[in-house]
T-cell receptor
């Protein structure tokens, strides 16, 4: 079975540019999570969706960050404009709520973002 | 609010030695507990989870963890480690009313020969 698929795997761009990260969750999973990982702050939850609806976006650092989930098989995380301090590895994860609470999250391989 | 504290940021051990990675959590409600492993340049993979029932949980790759409610701990153990166990290990908690996880800062396990 295909796991969580993220694209691109690596992104290098100049500050001020718009960055769009993409995620395809595991088919049948109806919860989707975006995380950011840095050496300084560790793994931070940015936002999560249940059934395509954003439930908690309190981790989104600034208005420059936005996330959408237009359907059950696709989500985007957008940064506009990007800044060097946004450099990090961004992970997407999905889980099956229907199986009950406590379902494990399945992670993609991440997008390594570097803002110059 | 929940929180997770991983007491050791780095744990160096020799191959075939036992290891314990410590995790304490803080929560005012009942919780679910997880351990994840992250190999270099990869996402996190689930090692094991505690939802209810037996407090000793067995996971993949020979790891196990014990839930201790009175000490609010969920330490991860392996009786004999391999070089291939070198990775970052994360403890995580979620409350039984939600789906989001709160992660600890991670523990780097370095196994040498």
């Amino acid at each position: 079975d295909a796991g969580v698929i993220q694209s691109p795997r690596h992104e290098v761009t100049e500050m001020g540019q718009e960055v769009t990260l993409r995620c395809k969750p595991i088919s049948g999973h109806n919860s989707l999570f975006w995380y950011r990982q840095t050496m300084m702050r560790g793994l931070e939850l940015l936002i999560y969706f249940n059934n395509n609806v954003p439930i908690d976006d309190s981790g989104m650092p600034e208005d420059r960050f936005s996330a959408k989930m237009p359907n059950a098989s696709f989500s985007t995380l957008k940064i506009q404009p990007s800044e060097p301090r946004d450099s990090a590895v961004y992970f997407c994860a999905s889980s099956a709520m229907a199986g009950g609470l406590g379902q494990p999250q399945h992670f993609g391989d991440g997008t390594r973002l570097s803002i110059l | 609010a929940q929180s997770v504290t991983q007491l050791d940021s780095q744990v160096p051990v020799f191959e075939e030695a036992p290891v314990e990675l410590r995790c304490n959590y803080s929560s005012s409600v009942s919780v679910y507990l997880f351990w994840y492993v992250q190999y270099p340049n990869q996402g996190l993979q689930l090692l094991l989870k505690y939802l209810s029932g037996s407090t000793l949980v067995k996971g993949i790759n020979g790891f196990e963890a014990e839930f201790n409610k009175s000490q609010t701990s969920f330490h991860l153990r392996k009786p004999s480690v391999h070089i291939s166990d070198t990775a970052e290990y994360f403890c995580a908690v979620s409350d039984q009313g939600g789906t989001a996880l709160i992660f600890g800062k991670g523990t780097t396990l370095s196994v040498s020969s």
